[in-house]
């Protein structure tokens, strides 16, 4: 039997990670989730103590296709969570999935010494209970 409490979000995090830099138009962000296959991407930060922010799939049809805006006329900083939640690569996953679960997000950025070294998700939680 495998012990949550035993894995650690660096041993089922997906590495390396899709960014973007925050300028970018929402069109260049979903064509690199397109072709990179992740659903989020984490926005690049602007200087060390800047915060990390995330653009998703989600926010992309909510906040930009729904209200009928072309995807080239806005940039990620526009829509983005900022300051996104991220979790140290050494707590053990179900932290992070408590901290996933009280935020109601289903991906959280990865840092090691306050650099970004993973994407961890609730498949990458769940996967080890499942082969």
């Not at 660096?10 to 138009?25: E, H, K, L, Q």
Request: net charge positive; with cysteine; glycine share 4%.
């Amino acid at each position: 039997m495998i012990e949550i409490e035993k894995i650690r979000v660096r041993d089922v995090m997906s590495s390396p990670v899709a960014t973007i830099d925050g300028n970018a138009t929402v069109k260049e962000a979903a064509k690199k989730m397109m072709e990179s296959g992740y659903r989020g991407l984490v926005v690049e930060r602007v200087s060390e103590d800047d915060a990390y922010g995330i653009i998703t799939v989600k926010d992309i049809v909510y906040k930009v296709i729904a209200k009928g805006i072309p995807l080239e006329k806005v940039k990620v900083l526009e829509v983005m969570t900022k300051p996104c939640i991220v979790v140290p690569d050494y707590y053990d996953i179900k932290y992070a999935a408590r901290l996933m679960a009280m935020a109601n997000v289903v991906r959280l950025p990865v840092v090691s010494n306050d650099k970004l070294v993973g994407m961890i998700t609730l498949r990458n939680i769940v996967k080890p209970f499942v082969k």
